[in-house]
């Protein structure tokens, strides 16, 4: 199992940028599906994005379709969030989530993945 440690986030402008970083730790990094969730005050945690293991396919929700990238570095054994465009909509606390074990699948269900980090806040003002 990895743990995970989320950066990056803070207040921007609508139209701005920011990077998240999530830092694993433990063992088989390369190995696992990464993926990111959010949560916005009194909604449910939802499925933002998710990069592949085996292709490093990524996967996103249609909200942020063309204005977020995932990628990851294997070698630093860190997954980013590149979110451009942000909109009021995507202020929420960001989660970078793995599953329990490596070598499995992707999905959007948070119960799919047992380990997460402890949040980052994003802020986007108008």
């Known amino acids: 199992q990895v743990q995970l440690e989320e950066s990056g986030g803070g207040l921007v402008q609508e139209g701005g940028s920011l990077r998240l970083s999530c830092a694993a730790s433990g063992r088989a990094f390369s190995s696992y599906i990464m993926a990111w969730f959010r949560q916005a005050p009194g909604k449910e945690r939802e499925f933002v994005a998710a990069?592949?293991?085996?292709?490093?396919?990524?996967h996103y929700t249609d909200s942020v379709k063309g204005r977020f990238t995932i990628s990851r570095d294997n070698a630093k054994n860190t997954v980013y969030l590149q979110m451009n465009s942000l909109k009021l909509e995507d202020t929420a606390v960001y989660y970078c989530a793995a599953p329990t074990r490596p070598y499995g699948s992707w999905s959007t269900s948070a119960s799919h993945y047992g380990s997460w980090g402890q949040g980052t806040q994003v802020t986007v003002s108008s």
């Open positions: 990069i592949d293991w085996i292709d490093l396919s990524t």
